[in-house]
């Protein structure tokens, strides 16, 4: 479908940039970030105690059900982990601009 130039110059910004987020929204998103945060912290830490009772079973002879669920906690915590320090990065450019 071809695009109508004129119609494409008017819903450009003015000065060619991107609109600014406001105060406002900057807020609400520092709320949503922060909670984030909280969610992967206590994902990590329960994935972590996951990940030694799996290893503690692992070494009284649980065998591989243990070895693959001592796997599959690590897997998961380097998830977790790695939303959290994605997610402080983004608080810390968050409150940098307020």
């Avoid at 949503?32 to 945060?37: L, S, T």
């Avoid at 030694?52 to 669920?69: E, H, I, S, T, Y």
């Amino acid at each position: 479908m071809p695009q109508n130039k004129a119609a494409a110059r008017v819903l450009e910004h003015p000065n060619g940039l991107d609109r600014e987020l406001t105060k406002t929204h900057k807020i609400i998103l520092l709320h949503f970030v922060r909670f984030g945060k909280l969610f992967a912290k206590t994902c990590a830490v329960t994935l972590t105690l996951l990940g030694l009772a799996a290893f503690a079973g692992a070494v009284q002879g649980g065998g591989l059900p243990a070895v693959l669920a001592m796997l599959a906690a690590i897997v998961a915590d380097n998830w977790a982990l790695g939303a959290w320090f994605s997610l402080d990065e983004t608080e810390a450019y968050l409150c940098a601009e307020s």
